[in-house]
């Protein structure tokens, strides 16, 4: 069996209908996603798609080792859990589940918004299961 690397979070990896989840969490809300496309709330559910952050771009004269060692920048991507239609007001949901926030996050949240929240059709929902802030069954 093979063993998977141990997240920053402390979430446990974990396999259901033979996909890959970073969490327990995440695996729930595909779970329950998966029910309301049966049940026709939502329709086009897509898992970890890639939305470009900042685009690949030439390191010029610049001596960054840190980001780079070539001779482009490297794009910065955010990967959503899942993407889909919500029917009710016939928009593109960005859906991330979370157990914890990383700073980097929260950065990349910010440039999500940023670049397709605002004006673009998109519309972000973060997911919660706790006693504080459990929005789970949100669409």
């Given at each position: 069996m093979r063993r998977f690397k141990k997240s920053i979070s402390n979430a446990k990896r974990c396999v259901y209908?033979?996909?890959?989840?970073?969490?327990?969490?995440?695996?729930?809300?595909?779970?329950?996603?998966?029910?309301?496309?049966?049940?026709?709330?939502?329709?086009?559910?897509?898992?970890?798609?890639?939305?470009?952050?900042?685009?690949?771009?030439?390191?010029?004269?610049?001596?960054?080792?840190?980001?780079?060692?070539?001779?482009?920048?490297?794009?910065?991507?955010?990967?959503?859990?899942?993407v889909y239609l919500r029917h009710s007001d016939m928009k593109w949901v960005i859906n991330d589940v979370k157990g914890r926030t990383m700073e980097v996050y929260k950065l990349k949240l910010k440039l999500v918004i940023l670049n397709y929240c605002s004006g673009q059709g998109f519309t972000f929902l973060e997911t919660y299961k706790d006693t504080k802030r459990n929005n789970f069954l949100e669409l």
């Open positions: 209908d033979s996909i890959t989840f970073d969490s327990k969490l995440e695996r729930d809300r595909y779970i329950w996603l998966v029910q309301a496309v049966k049940g026709g709330m939502i329709s086009q559910l897509k898992l970890q798609v890639p939305f470009e952050l900042i685009p690949t771009q030439p390191k010029g004269e610049n001596k960054i080792p840190s980001i780079c060692k070539t001779v482009n920048i490297r794009k910065t991507q955010y990967f959503s859990d899942f």
